[in-house]
């Protein structure tokens, strides 16, 4: 849990989550975090309040005073991105280029076949703005099984486009499922251990990812959510180039 430097993937008032960000951000400084990844539904996700093109600018100028009121602690502006039913982003490129990272991930038509699952998570994945691969296979334990994919292809595409793939820790996802880990790491795929929360208290579900993530023996030079302030933002230095 210490190696854990950061909040990747969360949700505020602005479309689901129950706390504001400046909450969420001091909820990370109390418990010192170097940075929280404040990312919210996109458009699409019309039942969670997702974000209009309007309100993203609206939040991005929130985020900026927040930055300057919290500073060296840091606020990046992210999105979880709806991957569309033909696996094309919920926003067009003008706009995904204004987020600091885009976590991407499916939350509608979720029962589908391999071949239609395949065709909208690898269209994700190759799309440029895309950072992180959001709860792989939308599975929720003891309740829906998650749509059928192909793992080491979708390992091997996240590899080939420097995409991150997200360990989901909320206790009912813990997904991508950890058995999965090793060949991401054996193809150099870095992994994130994210708590997707939707609430200051949802920071705790990080333990259940960090579990999962051990006994498939990842460490935390491959863990996103462990690299420094300084590390993170070079690493999306590099993604953008
Ligand atoms: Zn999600
Ligand atoms: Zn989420």
């Given at each position: 849990?210490?190696?854990?430097?950061?909040?990747?993937?969360?949700?505020?008032?602005?479309?689901?989550?129950?706390?504001?960000?400046?909450?969420?951000?001091?909820?990370?400084?109390?418990?010192?975090?170097?940075?929280?990844?404040?990312?919210?539904?996109s458009k699409s996700?019309?039942?969670?309040?997702?974000?209009?093109?309007?309100?993203?600018?609206?939040?991005?100028?929130?985020?900026?005073?927040?930055?300057?009121?919290?500073?060296?602690?840091?606020?990046?502006?992210?999105?979880?991105?709806?991957?569309?039913?033909?696996?094309?982003?919920?926003?067009?490129?003008?706009?995904?280029?204004?987020?600091?990272?885009?976590?991407?991930?499916?939350?509608?038509?979720?029962?589908m076949t391999e071949?239609?699952?395949?065709?909208?998570?690898?269209?994700?994945?190759?799309?440029?703005?895309?950072?992180?691969?959001?709860?792989?296979?939308?599975?929720?334990?003891?309740?829906?099984?998650?749509?059928?994919?192909?793992?080491?292809?979708?390992?091997?595409?996240?590899?080939?486009?420097?995409?991150?793939?997200?360990?989901?820790?909320?206790?009912?996802?813990?997904?991508?499922?950890?058995?999965?880990?090793?060949?991401?790491?054996?193809?150099?795929?870095?992994?994130?251990?994210?708590?997707?929360?939707?609430?200051?208290?949802?920071?705790?579900?990080?333990?259940?990812?960090?579990?999962?993530?051990?006994?498939?023996?990842?460490?935390?030079?491959?863990?996103?959510?462990?690299?420094?302030?300084?590390?993170?933002?070079?690493?999306?230095?590099?993604?953008?180039?």
């Amino acid at each position: 849990m210490k190696d854990i430097k950061a909040i990747i993937h969360s949700h505020s008032n602005w479309s689901d989550g129950s706390n504001t960000i400046e909450e969420m951000a001091k909820a990370c400084i109390e418990k010192n975090y170097e940075y929280l990844v404040i990312s919210d539904h996109s458009k699409s996700a019309f039942y969670a309040n997702g974000l209009t093109e309007e309100r993203i600018k609206e939040q991005h100028t929130y985020i900026d005073e927040l930055n300057k009121k919290f500073a060296p602690f840091k606020i990046f502006k992210s999105i979880e991105c709806d991957i569309l039913n033909d696996g094309n982003l919920d926003y067009s490129a003008n706009i995904l280029f204004t987020f600091d990272l885009v976590i991407a991930s499916v939350h509608s038509n979720l029962k589908m076949t391999e071949e239609k699952a395949m065709m909208r998570l690898i269209n994700a994945i190759e799309n440029p703005y895309t950072t992180i691969l959001g709860h792989m296979t939308g599975r929720l334990i003891l309740s829906r099984p998650g749509y059928p994919v192909d793992h080491k292809k979708i390992i091997d595409a996240c590899a080939a486009n420097n995409v991150v793939i997200e360990l989901n820790a909320h206790p009912r996802r813990l997904d991508m499922d950890w058995r999965f880990i090793h060949y991401a790491l054996e193809k150099n795929v870095l992994i994130s251990i994210d708590p997707d929360a939707h609430s200051t208290s949802g920071f705790n579900d990080i333990k259940y990812g960090v579990l999962a993530a051990q006994k498939a023996q990842l460490t935390k030079e491959k863990n996103l959510s462990s690299f420094s302030l300084q590390q993170f933002e070079n690493f999306l230095a590099n993604k953008k180039k």
